[in-house]
């Protein structure tokens, strides 16, 4: 069974520093791409951070300067680097990947990590 573990989630001060990381497991084949989204209490589950097979990445403009994502390719791997952390940034991460993975037969899915809770509060 594939699925994504994340973890590094936690009480922070505001300007202060958390390392995510998501751990994808299982039978996979290749990674299109991983990546992390974010939920805030009363507020619509939105992009913060994607890096893509080919290396690029793509960021929200709210982490944009503050956030890095990175991928260990031989560890399937992603991690999410905030820094300057915001009460605003405080929300639930949820991993997300975009994986081909085989079971019985090779098939592409998109999987996702139970979250971590970030808590930006002094």
């Known amino acids: 069974q594939v699925q994504l573990v994340e973890s590094g989630g936690g009480l922070v001060q505001p300007g202060g520093s958390l390392r995510l990381s998501c751990a994808a497991s299982?039978?996979?084949?290749?990674?299109?791409?991983m990546g992390w989204y974010r939920q805030a209490p009363g507020k619509e589950r939105e992009l913060v951070a994607v890096?893509?097979?080919?290396?690029?990445?793509d960021a929200a403009d709210s982490a944009k300067g503050r956030f890095t994502v990175a991928i260990d390719n031989a560890k399937n791997t992603v991690y999410l680097q905030m820094n300057s952390l915001k009460p605003e940034d405080t929300a639930v991460y949820y991993c997300?990947?975009?994986?081909?993975?085989?079971?019985?037969?090779?098939?592409?899915?998109?999987?996702w990590g139970q979250g971590t809770l970030v808590t930006v509060s002094s």
């Open positions: 299982g039978s996979i084949l290749s990674v299109n791409a």
């Open positions: 890096i893509f097979g080919g290396g690029s990445t």
């Open positions: 997300n990947a975009h994986l081909r993975i085989m079971e019985v037969t090779p098939k592409w899915v998109e999987v």
